[in-house]
């Protein structure tokens, strides 16, 4: 059971838009900053989003983030074939003193 | 470029010990924090440990509490874990993550992982 939720899987058509949820608490998402990473099948996370809406160098616009109190939403517009992948996100836990992260969803570009 | 190659997995029985390393490149190790995460077969991430950038702060999953120890050697560009106590639950590929402060969770750059088994 994570400590931060997200659905398990989301799903849409090519060149649609998509967004995935983030919930968690106080503790974490309320007052910590939250980050986003893909994993594509086989390789290594890599990080789309930090600081609840930043994007690294070389992330293109089509991936956003954004933070309303205790939840998280990341947003993929245009969807493409090479965005399925799973998704997840993290933020520190003040509480637990611990990094946590969500369990993962699972993105089918149908 | 940066270059997280983590090494020392392998397959181990429950109740011993393993260390893995992780060797840095292409950025000043020593300014930033590192951390542990894994991933067992077919699940989610689990962060393991992570460590502040002069090792004055270290922190840990209640899961691996008291049986892993983090460490760091700026010398040598190099992370490191001890795990003690292995269990089979501790089945993962480990990465090693590049971090900016300890409580801060931006992984920025991540390794390919190595894979630990804990099987008899």
């Known amino acids: 059971q994570s400590v931060l939720t997200q659905p398990p899987s989301v799903s849409a058509a090519p060149g649609q838009k998509v967004t995935i949820s983030c919930s968690g608490s106080s503790s974490n998402i309320g007052n910590n900053y939250v980050s986003w990473y893909q994993q594509l099948p086989g390789t290594a996370p890599k990080l789309l989003i930090y600081?609840?809406?930043k994007r690294p160098s070389g992330i293109p616009d089509r991936f956003s983030g954004s933070k309303s109190g205790t939840s998280a939403t990341l947003g993929i517009t245009g969807l493409q074939t090479g965005d399925e992948a799973d998704y997840y996100c993290g933020t520190w836990d003040s509480s637990l003193s611990a990094a946590v992260f969500g369990g993962g969803t699972k993105l089918t570009v149908l | 470029e940066v270059q997280l190659v983590e090494s020392g997995g392998g397959l181990v029985q429950p109740g011993r010990s393993l260390r893995l390393s992780c060797a840095a490149s292409g950025f000043t190790f020593g300014d930033y924090a590192m951390h542990w995460v894994r991933q067992a077969p077919g699940k989610g991430l689990e962060w393991v440990s992570g460590i502040s950038w002069n090792s004055g702060s270290i922190a840990y999953a209640d899961s691996v509490k008291g049986r892993f120890t983090i460490s760091r050697d700026n010398a040598k560009n190099s992370l490191y874990l001890q795990m003690n106590s292995l269990r089979p639950e501790d089945t993962a590929l480990y990465y090693c993550?590049?971090?900016?402060?300890?409580?801060?969770?931006?992984?920025?750059?991540w390794g390919q992982g190595t894979l630990v088994t804990v099987s008899s």
């Open positions: 600081d609840n809406n």
């Open positions: 993550a590049k971090g900016s402060a300890i409580a801060v969770v931006k992984f920025d750059y």
